[in-house]
């Protein structure tokens, strides 16, 4: 305990840092990393499911070769251990999609907001080819499109009508408070 908060400690004349044992480096650059699961995966020999959140003991890797990176930021690949086989699961990072993508061991599960995401996208490219091959059917969206957007603007007024009777309130709300107060007293 006395030498918790030293700022200064003794350093004999004849002391040499390079003879201090220095931590080893993990073999073949793997990092032991405590981590949850990001998605639900079902083994392929067993058929065990692993659920998304349930912690696990894996190995971090930085990917080398052409794949290493993507725009700069470095991927990793993450070596799991299947809790009732023992099989190796091993996952990406997928920093372009934000997301992970499953390599070997293990199939990943559906997943609807994925789903929903593309549809949404398909919907929207669907309305792209139809604005760009029928021009009564482009007409048509735009007409749409001005009427929400005159819609919300109309919608933002009202906000905003409101806003400024409350800070007109606000502005004399001391008054206006003690004259409440003193007529219901």
Known sequence: ???RKVLNKYIPADFDPKLIPRGKK???DLVSVRMMLPFTI?????????????KYNSKKENMKGPNGKYLGIQRFRFYIKCSNCSR??????????TDYEM??????????????????EDIQKER???DKSDAMRALENRVLDSKREMDEL???DEIKAMNMKHAKMSRGGFDVTNILHKTAG
């Open 26 to 28: 993990p073999k073949d």
């Open 103 to 120: 390599e070997s061991g293990g199939t990943r599960n559906y997943e609807v907001w994925k789903d929903k995401k593309k549809t949404e």
């Open 128 to 130: 792209e080819d139809e």
């Open 1 to 3: 305990m006395g030498e």
């Open 42 to 54: 079902q083994c392929q020999t067993c058929s065990t499911f692993l659920y998304r959140g349930r």
């Open 154 to 156: 109309d919608a933002l």
């Open 88 to 97: 190796p699961i091993t996952f990406l990072t997928d920093p372009e999609n």
